[in-house]
């Protein structure tokens, strides 16, 4: 089930308020560019990325974000793996 980090990571009213954004509120920007559940997770990739090493996935060479997606990854083990993958990790973390 591609939505399955949504359901096991992020309770039901944060859930629908995410969702509600993508859709159509402050971050339709990434449901029109991702459509809703992909857009919610790369949202959190970018707010995870950007909060932890200020960079957004834009910042990183070709990721296969829709597969970590599709099979079940949150949005921080994904930003995890990209950074990893790109050897961007800072020293000491792995």
């Known amino acids: 089930m591609a939505e399955l980090w949504?359901?096991?990571?992020?309770?039901?009213?944060?859930?629908?308020?995410?969702?509600?954004?993508?859709?159509?509120?402050?971050?339709?920007?990434?449901?029109?560019?991702?459509?809703?559940?992909?857009?919610?997770?790369?949202?959190?990739?970018?707010?995870?990325?950007?909060?932890?090493?200020?960079?957004?996935?834009d910042d990183l060479a070709d990721f296969d974000w829709r597969t970590e997606h599709d099979t079940g990854s949150s949005p921080v083990e994904a930003a995890r793996e990209a950074m990893l993958a790109e050897d961007l990790l800072p020293p000491g973390v792995r």
């Open 6 to 57: 949504l359901y096991r990571h992020v309770d039901s009213a944060k859930r629908a308020e995410l969702l509600r954004d993508v859709r159509e509120g402050r971050l339709a920007s990434y449901g029109a560019r991702f459509g809703e559940a992909f857009g919610a997770f790369m949202y959190l990739v970018d707010l995870h990325l950007r909060r932890r090493y200020g960079v957004t996935h």
